[in-house]
């Protein structure tokens, strides 16, 4: 069974830093492509970086380039989004996502994506 769980979410300043976690189970996780994903109260989910954990390409939305780095620990099936200089407009659910490399298409399309975690609240005050 594949399991993505989030986990490091919480309230921080702007200015601020968080590191969120990824833990992935149930699947060859070289394979795969991980997505962080984000939904602010009334708006649609927005993809916001990417890992293949096989080669360990990266991509990042526009808004957080500069400021927030992914990365993978394959031993331990693991991915991070470490998240600087926070923003009020960063505040949202964030989640993981999973979908095998070949089946990969645009990175940021949530339809992309067949195996979701249930989403780690960040919460940044002004």
């Known amino acids: 069974e594949v399991q993505l769980v989030e986990s490091g979410g919480g309230l921080v300043q702007a200015g601020g830093s968080l590191r969120l976690s990824c833990a992935a189970s149930?699947?060859?996780?070289?394979?795969?492509?991980i997505g962080w994903f984000r939904q602010a109260p009334g708006k649609e989910r927005e993809g916001v970086s990417c890992?293949?954990?096989?080669?360990?390409?990266?991509y990042y939305t526009d808004s957080v380039k500069g400021r927030f780095t992914i990365s993978a620990d394959n031993a331990k099936n693991t991915v991070y989004l470490q998240m600087n200089s926070l923003k009020p407009e960063d505040t949202a659910v964030y989640y993981c996502?999973?979908?095998?490399?070949?089946?990969?298409?645009?990175?940021?399309?949530?339809?992309?994506?067949?195996?979701w975690g249930r989403g780690t609240l960040v919460t940044v005050s002004s």
């Open positions: 890992i293949a954990s096989g080669d360990g390409s990266t």
């Open positions: 996502a999973a979908e095998h490399i070949k089946l990969m298409g645009t990175w940021y399309n949530v339809d992309e994506y067949d195996y």
């Open positions: 149930g699947f060859t996780f070289e394979d795969y492509v």
